[in-house]
Every structure is written in C-alpha cells, then in structure tokens.
C-alpha cells in the first residue's frame, strides 16, 4: 500500500493466497486498484515482467536464488532493495580478507554494487524471528561486465571450496588438472583445434600459468574482482576453462 501510493505502478508475486486475497481486499473501490497488478505464483518459477525497481521482504530459504534472478534479468532493473537474513546480507557485502568473504560475495559484486541499507532488529516481526536481519541495496553494473558466467562460477566455486589453500596447492591436484584436461579437450574439438593422440600432462601448463601470473601463492579469500578476472583470462589465453 506505501508503494502504490508513490509508484506508477505495482507488480506483486505473491506466493500465499491468503496474502493475495487480502490485498485485493484493501485496493479493492479505491484509486489504487487500476495501478496494481498481481502474479500469483512462485517469484522463482514465475518469469518476471518489465520493472525498474524492485522491493521485496525476501523468504530467507530463497535469497541466493531470488538474487541471481533478478541479476540475471533482462534489462536490466535500476536497483533492488532487498530484505535477508543478517548473515546473508554480510556475505553479499563482503570485501577480501572478511572472514564473511566468499564465493557468493565475487559472484554477487561481478554483477552489481551491493551496499548496507540498514539492519532490521527481530523485534520489528510478530512473531519474533530466531535471526536479525539487514536491508541491502543491489544496483547492477550497467553495462554488465563481458564475461561468461558459468565459467567465472567455475573458477570461483573451485577455489572457494578450498579457501585456505594456495592457487598453487589447490591446481596441482590429480582431480583439478583431470577436470580442467577433459575441459581443454572438449573446447580444442569444438574449435578443431588438433591435439596429439597421447596428450601429455597439464598440471606443468597448469602450474606454469600461476607462477607466470603471481598467483600461485595467492588465496581465494584475499583476491578480489580484478584478480579473478586477470586468473580467468590467463587460463582462457591458453584454452583452459572452467566450464
């Protein structure tokens, strides 16, 4: 009702249709009814129209997903103000050397610039939730960043999941260098790129490229954009990839 009373127009995805019918209910004879509009359904599986802003008090066993929609959506919305669970809300903000700093954190900041709007104490629900939580603001990077997104997941999701090891510790492995080999292989057929019957061995290409571009002693929870970026775009240079 505070947005229809300053907004062009509402689109609300609303999922409970308890939620829905009291809605109608209040718009319902009033100057407001003609500027709303609701989608009644599951924000996740529901394709989302044309909007500029969005405003949502987020269900907490969604947040990742809902956020990775929106910042896939196109085209691209001026700014979400987005309702999380604290924790969450921390890890989207997360700087290199944070103990919060992760693989959501690069994935989500190679989108957008997330920013702390303010925090929501658990006082503020009725019932009192178990969590605080915070209000973050999303604006996309417009024009987007020129990337391949699976594969810059790739290469962030691998060296988050060891985050303590060195690059150098964390590709010298028998199942890294296997996974990015048959990698390699699938790219040079696809580009008929020809290779020898007996390929040899990646990890010293592998192993190469980190020394060449200073990162084998690096780790991932002390790297920020631009460093995953000039990684990516080193194993790229040679037809290595991530996905």
Not at 9 to 15: D, L, M, Y
Not at 38 to 63: H, L, M, R, W
Not at 167 to 186: A, H, R
Request: hydrophobic share 40%; proline share 7%.
């Amino acid at each position: 009702m505070k947005l229809l009373a300053v907004a062009k127009k509402v689109i609300a995805i609303e999922v409970d249709p308890r939620m829905v019918a009291e809605l109608q209910k209040r718009v319902a004879g009033t100057e407001y009814k003609n500027k709303l509009e609701i989608i009644f359904g599951d924000a996740i599986k529901t394709e989302f129209p044309y909007f500029d802003i969005c405003v949502a008090n987020t269900p907490y066993q969604i947040s990742s997903p809902l956020t990775f929609k929106l910042l896939s959506h196109r085209p691209l919305f001026r700014e979400a103000l987005l309702m999380f669970q604290r924790e969450f809300a921390l890890r989207l903000i997360a700087e290199p050397n944070d103990p919060l700093y992760c693989r959501l954190s690069v994935n989500t900041q190679l989108l957008c610039k997330p920013t702390h709007v303010m925090k929501v104490g658990k006082n503020n629900f009725r019932p009192p939730p178990k969590v605080e939580s915070s209000i973050i603001r999303l604006k996309p990077h417009n024009p987007p960043p020129a990337i391949n997104f699976m594969e810059w997941d790739g290469l962030v999701r691998l060296t988050f999941s060891r985050k303590n090891k060195t690059m150098g510790g964390i590709f010298k492995k028998d199942s890294v260098v296997q996974m990015l080999t048959e990698n390699y292989k699938t790219y040079c057929s696809l580009h008929n790129i020809a290779l020898p019957e007996e390929l040899p061995s990646l990890k010293p290409k592998i192993l190469e490229i980190l020394e060449r571009t200073g990162f084998a002693e690096m780790r991932s929870n002390k790297m920020d954009i631009n460093e995953f970026m000039k990684l990516l775009a080193a194993f790229n240079e040679e037809n290595i990839h991530f996905a």
